[in-house]
């Protein structure tokens, strides 16, 4: 069974959102459109569907951390901000905006309320995570036909390399037989040089003696 843990986060959290744009339960409010999400924002997030995104994210941390409360979540959304000639400082993010859209998912029952031993807070119901399971499962399959054509592209990179080493040592050892072949050529040639040499020399003590 394909889950989360599968798939990159970003891809998930993308497609998450275009499912959850669907549920008429989980749309922004009006002041949505003007707020910052963290005291260390500058300025309000530059998409549009932020608040989709937000909320795709926060149920993909309660899939994977829950039981978990607004005090982590706002610690997983804090950020550094510049204070000028100031050091920087970290902000939580805002626990508004994290409230509304756990009160949401309550709504679409994705999330519940439930406590394990010490811990207390928000956790994943079945319908949430079938939900984001199936959201894996569909984008599972198409990375795993990419992974399929990235290793038979290897394996013939593989075996267009393997064939060329062969060719080169096939080569190599053709040079090496026609550098033995001139070697003996020039083997040859010197010892019949010798032998023409040692024959004139020959022929020239023989004149010697006949002149004497």
Wanted: no cysteine.
């Amino acid at each position: 069974m394909v889950s989360i843990y599968d798939v990159p986060a970003n891809e998930l959290i993308e497609k998450t959102t275009e499912k959850l744009k669907k549920m008429p339960e989980l749309a922004p409010p009006e002041w949505a459109a003007y707020v910052k999400t963290g005291a260390h924002k500058e300025r309000p997030p530059s998409r549009k569907d932020w608040w989709y995104v937000r909320t795709a994210s926060i149920l993909r941390v309660i899939y994977k951390q829950g039981p978990i409360g607004v005090s982590k979540l706002r610690r997983r959304y804090s950020g550094r901000k510049n204070r000028g000639t100031a050091p920087d400082k970290t902000y939580k993010g805002s626990g508004n905006i994290i409230r509304k859209i756990l009160q949401k998912l309550e709504i679409v029952e994705l999330v519940k309320q439930s406590q394990k031993g010490i811990y207390k807070g928000r956790i994943i119901t079945p319908k949430g995570k079938s939900f984001l399971d199936k959201i894996a499962g569909e984008i599972y399959e198409p990375l795993k036909k990419d992974a399929k054509k990235s290793k038979k592209k290897k394996k013939g990179t593989k075996k267009k390399s393997k064939k060329k080493e062969t060719s080169k040592k096939k080569e190599d050892k053709k040079t090496e037989s026609k550098k033995k072949g001139t070697k003996k050529k020039s083997k040859k040639k010197k010892t019949s040089k010798k032998q023409d040499k040692k024959a004139g020399s020959k022929k020239k003590g023989k004149k010697d003696n006949k002149d004497t």
